[in-house]
T-cell receptor, first 113, second 114 residues
Framework: GAGVSQSPSNKVTEKGKDVELRCDPISGHTALYWYRQSLGQGLEFLIYFQGNSAPDKSGLPSDRFSAERTGGSVSTLTIQRTQQEDSAVYLC???????????FGSGTRLTVV | AQTVTQSQPEMSVQEAETVTLSCTYDTSESNYYLFWYKQPPSRQMILVIRQEAYKQQNATENRFSVNFQKAAKSFSLKISDSQLGDTAMYFCALRLYNTDKLIFGTGTRLQVFP
């Protein structure tokens, strides 16, 4: 596609439920990133995928968070047993292997009630 | 560890005027990239301008330019002829050559008044 697509745009969930957030990167982009933006904060790195290499999961805040990238394209970020502190905007970005610039999606606003 | 600091939580400027947003960073590495991103209410992070640390010449993109002071670890953004559409959050970010993570500052909210 022309840009990075994220769905859903907004998600309200009850505390304790699991949620899945989807990211569809730009076609041909080998690198994919997930960031979290809490209210009034900058962006916090969560996880990074590069081609077929093992993902860099060093930013995941707890084992309730996981992500996968199927076929080197679409990625899903899963949060299990959501907590209120998980409420944030989750942004996905992708990057071509030949450029150092990142293209971001419009994010998913997650609200845990 | 690398850090990025934006000391101005909010700024305002009148339309057609010039405004400068500050950013300082800390890293012991000598090779890195610096970025300014704009985040309007749509939430999408839009790349405004970028700079490679080895380039001494300041990057310029139309009305946007940077003042890159490597020794001082400063990377300020100047917006000339401000427009109402420039109203947004602006984030400064750092990426080291040998990693693939962007490290962001906490942002500056810019309001352009008519």
């Amino acid at each position: 596609g022309a840009g990075v697509s994220q769905s859903p745009s907004n998600k309200v969930t009850e505390k304790g439920k699991d949620v899945e957030l989807r990211c569809d990167p730009i076609s041909g982009h080998t690198a994919l990133y997930w960031y979290r933006q809490s209210l009034g904060q900058g962006l916090e790195f969560l996880i990074y995928f590069q081609g077929n290499s093992a993902p860099d999961k060093s930013g995941l805040p707890s084992d309730r968070f996981s992500a996968e990238r199927t076929g080197g394209s679409v990625s899903t970020l899963t949060i299990q047993r959501t907590q209120q502190e998980d409420s944030a905007v989750y942004l996905c970005a992708s990057r071509s292997g030949t450029d150092y610039g990142y293209t971001f999606g419009s994010g998913t606003r997650l609200t845990v009630v | 560890a690398q850090t990025v600091t934006q000391s101005q939580p909010e700024m305002s400027v009148q339309e057609a005027e010039t405004v400068t947003l500050s950013c300082t960073y800390d890293t012991s590495e000598s090779n890195y990239y610096l970025f300014w991103y704009k985040q309007p209410p749509s939430r999408q992070m839009i790349l405004v301008i970028r700079q490679e640390a080895y380039k001494q010449q300041n990057a310029t993109e139309n009305r946007f330019s940077v003042n890159f002071q490597k020794a001082a670890k400063s990377f300020s953004l100047k917006i000339s002829d401000s427009q109402l559409g420039d109203t947004a959050m602006y984030f400064c970010a750092l990426r080291l050559y040998n990693t693939d993570k962007l490290i962001f500052g906490t942002g500056t909210r810019l309001q352009v008044f008519p």
